[in-house]
């Protein structure tokens, strides 16, 4: 009988650190929790029943009043836990959080709750970005911290061991597991069980995980009175077992008690129901005489639909004539809409006609890629080359104003007015080549007589092969030049000055850099587009220092593949979000 109430501790579900946030897992962990909580009590009365007064010194009994009051007291802080973490998630008061819905609790999941209430805040470790590291600033004096739960069920399992029989400690120590130890993460090596349960967890994740937590508390509650009745059953003269047989039985006999209560209720309540139908009878004869009544007055109304229905279909009429009106518009509008997609698609074979080849520029710098997206169609950004000679080429990124047809204009702008200064100028200095471009370009917009602030920013190098060296010189307008050497990204910065954009100033002059490169040393020029594209999981830009992460991992890749891995990193990264800016990369090694 003994082995009858204490059933089914075999199948008991060992909490995860990985737990689902849906209803089901809440729900799984409540059932247990309720299944080990009805057993226990039942113990705890069959055991004050069994024992008189005289017998009260009995060890076992007196272990298991021990037993009770410890799990408990560990029952009450993580309902109090679970209560607080619910309360502070949405000013939620203490009185209701307790009792709220788990769904309401999934709809209101948040990633960041848990973790600073629990855990504390984030703190700086080094100086990279990469060594932030969520540490606890919590200790086990804050009774709503993870540091508290910990040291709180340690002490639990301590103390029930010692309530065992000394014979039997060491099969119970190894059945008891609450998972408390540090763990081994994928990134970031050994995590602790408080940052690794209780970090980045959702609510309802978290609430899961503090009912399992009780759930495992009761089970390892069911483990030892299970101990303790077998060790007073063998050390008492009379048969435990049997008496609590008697109890069962006589639990089994209120229970039957109670359903046969339960089945006297049903049948009080079918007598009021056959009350009811026979109220219900006489309202029908009633209902029939009101019937009649009604049928007169609904003749009545009748006339007045059928008026209604005549003006109905008056209405009809006119509005299925204002419906094809909407239709031919609409029609019209469409075809409109196609005459311009038609017209911007001819304003990219334009565009692509103006672009240097890339087949020529691959030709004359055998190791390099060009990434080049536009947003929409055309683009605002464009990429420039010339070859003064077979050893000396001159290349820019540019990213003009807008994107679309209005940034369009404006590349087929600042196109024309490089190839003025460089090919009919003969200009081969990048910043006398900036210089040069800044007031073409006002010129051209005429930014001195109007309100016009249109422009670009430029990143221009020339690349001149001396002997057995190649110098680079760089000018930039908001633009910087990157520079991978040895896997250690450095970067040249630009003149905080784009180009046009504000009325021509004769004292202004463009920044020249001068460097010489090393084999293997490779470049890169960019317009803004792919650092500020959002994405990832939290819809968030990619920013700067990601993008240059992702370009010094790729120093081992030929020029070819880093084009690929950077279109395929956008493309991911990008996801379902729509692209925010035209973008352009290009990488040289030398």
Sequence with gaps: MFAYVLSGIQNRVITSNILNSDTSGFENAQKNLNAYTNKNKFVYEAFSKIFSSKEQENNEYQNSLKLYSLSNNLSNNLKRIRTFLIHTTDNIPFEVADTISFKNIV?????????????????????????????????????????????????????IINLTPEETRLQIKQSITLNLNDVETEYDGISSWEMYNFDHVSLSKCVTFLTQLEA???????????????????????NIAAQLADLSMKYETEKKEKEISLLQKDKELNNTRLEAKDAEINQTKKTISIFI?????????????????????????LLQKQKNEIELKN??????????????????????????????????LKQSFILYQPKD?????????????????????????????????????????????????NKIEPAQILNEVNKGVCDTLKQNQNQNRDGMDVALISLEKKDKNTILKYAGANRPLWLVRNNELSEIKPDKNPIGGFQPDEDRKFTQHELELNTNDTIYLFSDGFADQFGG??????????????????????????????????????????????????????
């Design 107 to 159: 709809a209101k999941d948040n990633y960041d709750v848990p973790g600073w209430i629990l855990i504390g805040d984030t703190k700086l470790e080094g100086k990279n970005e990469s060594d932030y590291k969520r540490v606890s600033s919590l200790s086990i004096k804050d009774t709503n911290s993870a540091v508290f739960i910990k040291y709180k069920l340690n002490q639990f399992i301590d103390s």
């Design 216 to 238: 495992d508390v009761r089970y390892c509650e069911q483990l030892v009175l299970n101990e303790l009745f077998n060790k007073a059953n063998s050390n008492n003269k009379n």
């Design 293 to 317: 009544i009604v049928l007169i007055i609904v003749s009545i109304l009748i006339l007045f639909v059928i008026r209604a229905n005549y003006l109905r279909k008056k209405a009809n009429t």
């Design 331 to 364: 029609h019209l509008i469409e075809h409109q809409k196609q005459e311009i997609v038609d017209s911007v698609n001819y304003a990219q074979r334009i565009q692509k006609a103006i672009l240097p080849e890339q087949d020529s520029i691959y030709a004359a």
């Design 377 to 425: 169609i055309v683009s605002g950004d464009f990429y420039f080359f010339h070859s003064v000679n077979s050893n000396h080429h001159i290349l820019a990124a540019c990213d003009c104003t807008g994107h679309g047809v209005p940034g369009a204009f404006m590349s087929l702008i600042g196109s024309n007015v490089l190839k003025q200064v460089v090919v009919e100028k």
């Design 537 to 590: 999981e939290q819809g968030k830009k990619m920013m700067t220092k990601r993008f240059k992460d992702i370009v010094v991992n790729l120093q081992e890749k030929s020029m070819q593949a880093q084009h690929n891995e950077l279109n395929s990193h956008y493309s991911i990264w990008k996801g379902q979000h729509e692209q925010v800016d035209d973008v352009l990369v290009i990488g040289v090694r030398i």
